[in-house]
T-cell receptor, first 109, second 115 residues
């Protein structure tokens, strides 16, 4: 089992819809969780970090963490074509950051 | 804040030459930096973890004699690709760890093309 798993997609949503991106991780000792956005040909950009169970909101983005289920998600409300990118889930496991393979999101006008 | 730069942003070199890539944390000190490689349409692959003042830790399968890493200061890490070959052509990305938040911030990447 991979340490961090994401559905590779592509995930396609219409403009204005909610995009839901999911990530599961295998190691229960993980304490820190991150979402990065990577546009094609560019390096990843940190968009959200979450450390405790529950929801964390930042603008149109909401990160959700459920440590019991070893599950972290990212919701993007009012999706825009500019949100089209690959979203990487990252999990800090004993000071070692592990990345998922990423989910490619396309927001169609 | 938390800005990381890389230089050069792209480089083209002949097979057999060595290429050095610099990674700098501009507004914070980073005891730990990371070097990644990404081939087209593939995921990030961690190559090595660079610790200031000590030897880098390489991931399995990464040749430490080919990819030389030096982390001589709290704001600078360098990756030297020695005797580069066409199969080394890739997008090399560094990141720096902001200790207080345990967050990694990425540089803009260096696109290496070996002819």
């Amino acid at each position: 089992q991979k340490e961090v798993e994401q559905n590779s997609g592509p995930l396609s949503v219409p403009e204005g819809a909610i995009a839901s991106l999911n990530c599961t991780y295998s190691d229960r000792v993980s304490q820190s969780f991150f979402w990065y956005r990577q546009y094609s040909g560019k390096s990843p950009e940190l968009i959200m970090s979450i450390y405790s169970n529950g929801d964390k909101e930042d603008g149109r983005f909401t990160a959700q963490l459920n440590k019991a289920s070893q599950y972290v998600s990212l919701l993007i409300r009012d999706s825009q074509p500019s949100d089209s990118a690959t979203y990487l889930c990252a999990v800090n496991i004993l000071n070692d950051m592990r990345f998922g393979a990423g989910t490619r999101l396309t927001v169609k006008p | 804040g938390a800005v990381v730069s890389q230089h050069p942003s792209w480089v083209i070199c002949k097979s057999g030459t060595s290429v050095k890539i610099e990674c700098r944390s501009l507004d914070f000190q980073a005891t730990t930096m990371f070097w990644y490689r990404q081939f087209p349409k593939q995921s990030l692959m961690l190559m090595a973890t660079s610790n200031e003042g000590s030897k880098a830790t390489y991931e399995q399968g990464v040749e430490k004699d080919k990819f030389l890493i030096n982390h001589a200061s709290l704001t600078l890490s360098t990756l030297t690709v020695t005797s580069a070959h066409p199969e080394d052509s890739s997008f090399y990305i560094c990141s720096a760890l902001l200790d207080s938040y345990n967050e990694q911030f990425f540089g803009p990447g260096t696109r290496l093309t070996v002819l």
